[in-house]
């Protein structure tokens, strides 16, 4: 990448702090002076309603509901900490430096921002409750996402076997395997996953599927490569137009549940829905899902002395043209940061992603949106970089003064990314680069 590219990126990044420096003082003016102060009604609770009330319900995960003034009002103050912050909604992008658009982006604008943190120091005033909008209708939990868009339920529905998680237990990796059933090739254009109930939510960590055949392609060997997630911030993916992942006769799912004991015995079990292209249409692209490490060698190789930090990095090079299409950090409670990085066949290294406040709480995948997923030639070499903070300064650590290793327990830890990556043949990737010249003329994120 050039130089020019991460200057214009770092001063985005400040300008975007400057411009919410002067809002914010500005707004202080407002306050003190001519224009009202925002009040719920008119203007907070569109936006709990659209970045927050997904998790803040009633029934759902987050520790209180935000869905009316009543509900809000007594944590005003935690509120406008947290956002101010940007400790909540949960997106940890680096904004000053990377590609910043992405297709599942939850994030607050410094605009909303502003109107929390003035309505907070406004005293939180309510406004008139006939300005409220509509309540939010969200989803039926036993329907599907992506039922709506693609006509009904996922074409198959794999189950995992039910598991009871005692009220008291140590924590639990279950890891079952299930024939897919299928007795011919069939391609994916989309894929959810998610515990069968709400109530078994609360005792699944996350939920892995890996999927598990026996091909010849050189671009995917025959191993159990992840085929889909389920963690907190995560349930689906669609496919881009035009491209999406082969299932082969004979296939397997290998399930791995990590389930912690909440105080109640719960049973559950995962349910991995997928929907398929129909009969005869074949997608142009067939998308691969890269495990790279950040840790040279391996997670293994994690070594981290009581009361120090570490850093490490990972590569994986592109073995043929390719778009990439998301970023996902996965580290566990010392992780700090993470950065993903494409190394040029030319050696002009460019800056992808930069976790820079990594929170094992959320596991957020970053999909870059449709124009700005970096478009990559065969050869280049993805880098990706992780810290780690074993010291007191961390305050997810439960315990500086302990030596940590790899290790499944959350206690333990690990560094790689989930990435998704497409593959095109040299054509079609010339193709799609003059296509995304043409739609962002001098974009950066794409290279021959």
Known sequence: MSNR????????????????????????GRAEGTAPAPVFTKDVASILQ??????????????????????????????????????????????????????NDRSLS??????????VDAGAPQGDPKLMPPPKQFPDDSIWNFAERFGGPPDLVIRSPKYTMPKVAL????????????SEPRWVRAIEIRPATVKGRRITHHALARLQQEEGDALAEATAGLFMEWAVGKQGEIMRPNSGK????????????????????????????????????????????????????????????PNSTFVSAGTMVLRAAGRVENFQPHMHLRGKAMMMEAILPTGQTQILSHVNNFNFNWHNNYVYADDAAP???????????????????????????????????????MGHAWVNITYMSDDDFKTEVAARQKLRPGSNNTQQ
Not at 79 to 97: C, E, F, G, S, Y
Not at 175 to 182: A, R
Request: glycine share 8%; charged share 20%; net charge negative.
């Open 246 to 305: 082969l299932m082969l006769p004979g296939s397997k799912i290998i399930f791995e549940v990590h389930y912690h004991a909440v105080g109640e015995e719960i049973s559950d079990q995962v349910e991995l829905g997928i929907y398929f292209y129909p009969k005869g249409q074949e997608p142009k692209y067939r998308q691969t899902l890269g495990l790279i490490q950040s840790v040279a060698g391996g997670s293994n190789n994690i070594d981290i002395p």
């Open 5 to 28: 590219w991460v200057v214009t990126s770092r001063i985005g990044g400040v300008v975007a702090t400057a411009a919410l420096a002067i809002l914010c003082a500005q707004s202080t």
């Open 171 to 182: 924590d639990a990796w279950y890891k079952p395997v299930v024939d897919t059933g299928l």
């Open 110 to 119: 410094d605009e909303q921002i502003d109107t929390i943190v003035r309505w």
């Open 375 to 413: 478009l990559l030639p065969k050869g280049t070499i993805l880098r990706v970089t992780s810290w780690y903070d074993n010291t007191s300064a961390n305050k997810n650590n439960p315990d500086p003064d302990q030596w940590v290793g790899f290790g499944d327990r959350t206690v333990d830890e």
């Open 50 to 103: 659209e970045k927050c009330q997904s998790c803040h319900r009633p029934g759902y995960i987050a520790p209180m509901s935000l869905v009316t003034y009543e509900e809000s009002r007594p944590w005003a103050r935690s509120i406008k900490a947290r956002v101010a912050a940007r400790q909540m909604p949960p997106w940890h992008i680096d904004k000053t430096v990377g590609i910043q658009e992405f297709k």
